[in-house]
């Protein structure tokens, strides 16, 4: 796999410094581990100082509900993997999506959202719709339904790509040429890929967010959120919507995702080649009808999502050969390796069949979803084939 360098402010840089010592020169007591500074508050030596800091909220370290010094650091690599000037992190990534959401959009203003996004982010759409008279026009996740969809009201585009259900990409670089052309904002939703095999800022994305609870913390064992962007959209996000709403990150979680950050790339490098192993295996199948893994060179999918993706995340679907939730039951329970559980993102290798959820459409009661880990592929392929045996 490529080795590849990000310029921060003029300069090149590592994935390796970013994630091993970028800001980490000046560490009390020449600890080798960052410290977790566990306080609420700072305080000052003088008036002059303290009045200094009060009067410029954005970076002075004075209150834990706006910056503290563990969390400033993972928010500084994190902006830089992703290119970004600056970033922020949050108390879950739905906190990342609606802050970010809010800070752009005033009531009756419209928003074009992908209809395959994160569940909730459409529902948070629908619900400042209901209460705030917000449009929303929800469209498939094509470059050219989303660029139809804007009228003389757009004030933002939300996307995901790839989608987190069915994995699809979409042209990132054609939807942000007219935004910025029309002076309309745009988010996206990189979880899937991770800060390594996406950066969205370079293709021309506003605002990128995250679920930090998936790969970036990577242990699924802390919730949290990142919004990374340029500088003056993340005053704004922090002034405004951050600091008024306060979904803070403790110190404690902002440190294990500090943890979690050193193994990123070779977690993720280690997802893509276990996914690799199993979608092939899946794509040979006979009992399954479709696959859905973007960063498999066989997908039809393959050229657009190499176009602005490095590799590929453990997360894919597939369906099966039957529309029986009878069969689709027989199958999850018949997997082993695979436990059935929602979210994704950390070792674990884990399955969630669609029709398991309440609003599942008829088309889709075949369709299952999995999380590959970083384990052994091998036994991941044999316990899906002696699952499909069963069917
Ligand atoms: C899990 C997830 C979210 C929500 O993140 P939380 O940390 O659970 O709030 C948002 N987007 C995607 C793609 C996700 O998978």
């Not at 970033?87 to 419209?110: Q, Y």
């Not at 050219?144 to 995901?160: F, G, N, P, S, W």
């Not at 988010?187 to 970036?216: C, R």
Request: net charge neutral; aromatic share 10%.
């Amino acid at each position: 796999m490529v080795r590849y360098t990000i310029s921060t402010g003029g300069f090149l840089m590592n994935i390796d410094d970013i994630l091993f010592s970028y800001g980490e020169e000046d560490v009390p007591f020449k600890a080798l581990s960052f410290p977790i500074f566990e306080t609420t508050n700072f305080y000052f030596d003088s008036f002059d100082e303290m009045s200094k800091a009060l009067r410029n909220g954005d970076y002075e370290y004075v209150y834990n509900r706006g910056s503290n010094p563990t969390t400033r650091l993972v928010e500084r690599k994190l902006a830089t993997l992703e290119r970004c000037e600056d970033a922020r992190l949050v108390s879950s990534g739905m906190s990342a999506i609606s802050l970010s959401i809010l800070h752009f959009l005033n009531s009756e203003d419209h928003v074009v959202c992908v209809d395959e996004a994160y569940s909730w982010a459409k529902r948070f759409f629908n619900y400042l719709s209901r209460k705030f008279g917000i449009q929303v026009t929800f469209v498939p996740p094509d470059a050219d339904r989303v660029l139809e969809a804007i009228t003389k009201k757009t004030k933002l585009i939300y996307l995901e790509s790839p989608t987190s259900m069915r994995m699809r990409v979409i042209d990132i670089r054609k939807v942000t040429k007219v935004a910025k052309e029309l002076g309309i904002k745009t988010i996206i939703d990189n979880t899937w890929a991770s800060p390594i095999f996406q950066n969205p800022k370079i293709l021309g994305v506003d605002v990128v967010v995250h679920s930090a609870t998936k790969y970036i913390s990577g242990h699924g064992d802390v919730m949290a959120g990142v919004i990374a962007g340029d500088k003056e959209d993340m005053i704004g996000i922090f002034q405004e919507e951050f600091k008024n709403i306060g979904p803070v990150l403790s110190p404690i979680e902002s440190w294990l995702i500090l943890r979690g950050l050193r193994t990123l790339e070779i977690r993720m490098k280690k997802h893509y080649e276990n996914a690799l192993v199993v979608s092939d295996f899946l794509m040979d199948h006979p009992k399954i009808l479709e696959v859905n893994y973007p960063m498999n060179p066989r997908s039809l999918q393959y050229e657009l999502a190499s176009s602005q993706m490095s590799g590929g995340s453990g997360l894919m679907s597939f369906r099966l050969k039957t529309e029986s939730v009878e069969k689709v039951k027989e199958f999850v329970e018949s997997l082993k390796v695979f436990r059935m559980a929602v979210s994704w993102g950390s070792h674990e290798n884990l399955v969630v069949p669609r029709v398991a959820y309440g609003d599942c459409p008829k088309e889709d009661v075949n369709l299952i979803r999995i999380h590959v880990g970083i384990g052994n592929p091998e036994k991941l392929v044999e316990d899906l084939d002696r699952a499909l045996k069963k069917i």
